[in-house]
Nanobody, 124 residues
Framework: QVPLVESGGGLVQAGGSLRLSCVAS????????MGWFRQAPGKDREFVAH????????NYADSVKGRFTISRDNAKNTVYLLMNNLDLEDTAVYYC?????????????????WGQGTQVTVSS
């Protein structure tokens, strides 16, 4: 496990943008795939995006594909989620996650570390 801290959430109007950041502690960040998940009230935590250890490959949920971009800066132990053209249905708590493997997954079970979450609220 590795401590993760998300930031960058907030209130934004539909059609606007936000960039979330997640900072990891320790020396293992560059060896881990990273992911973003989100959870709306009354719903399960769902996959948003993941990225391989070196940023060479990314994957997105269909609901965010073309609007969200996951990236990472291993020198800063940081992973980002740029969210463009936000919709009301994007409102959720967003969680950063770390995998023990080099490649990511859309399954929560394949990640062993989780941040505390950051709230994203999209208004009309």
């Amino acid at each position: 496990q590795v401590p993760l801290v998300e930031s960058g959430g907030g209130l934004v109007q539909a059609g606007g943008s936000l960039r979330l950041s997640c900072v990891a502690s320790g020396p293992d960040f560059s060896r881990r795939a990273m992911g973003w998940f989100r959870q709306a009230p009354g719903k399960d935590r769902e996959f948003v995006a993941h990225i391989t250890w070196n940023g060479g490959s990314t994957n997105y949920a269909d609901s965010v594909k073309g609007r969200f971009t996951i990236s990472r800066d291993n020198a800063k132990n940081t992973v980002y989620l740029l969210m463009n053209n936000l919709d009301l249905e994007d409102t959720a708590v967003y969680y950063c996650s770390a995998s023990p493997f080099y490649v990511g997954s859309s399954s929560r079970a394949d990640f062993d570390s989780w941040g505390q979450g950051t709230q994203v609220t999209v208004s009309s």
